[in-house]
């Protein structure tokens, strides 16, 4: 997937991670139901052992991208950044196939099954290049900060 400048979306606002744990740098496309992601492995990562991406830093980057769904409904347009916090409620099923090495650019995308209020199930694919990493199918729950 080719990354237009255009169409990159701020992650930061509709994420509270920040370095090191934001496992995530752009969002390629967003609709209520839909996301899409990249994220680059680098080798300082907090997840990288032996030059690999570990499966905790997949399943991160999976709810990272899918809470990007439910985080919108958070973001105003004129506000520069909006404070949520998110959590895993559940993963009810998750299939890990492959990692992904230093240097790769990996592309995760989600789509929402259902929602309820703050609470969502979505469906969620990792892949590098065509080869399928990591599948899963997780509930979220996220909620605004109030400052």
Known sequence: MEIKEENIINIHNFLP???PMLMADYILELTKEKVVTSF???EDNVFVHNHEFAEAGLIENLAQTC??????SFFK??????KVIGFITNI??????????????????????????NICNIF?????????????EINLFIQEVKS
């Open 124 to 136: 969620c694919e990792t892949f590098n290049n065509d080869e399928l990493l990591i599948r899963a």
């Open 92 to 117: 009810k099923k998750i299939e890990v196939f492959a990692l992904p090495k230093v240097g790769d650019k990996i592309i995760s995308k989600a789509s929402l099954i259902s929602q309820f209020d």
């Open 40 to 42: 680059e492995i680098l």
């Open 67 to 72: 809470s990007s769904i439910l985080g919108q």
């Open 77 to 82: 347009s004129d506000e520069v950044e909006t």
């Open 17 to 19: 991670h920040r370095e």
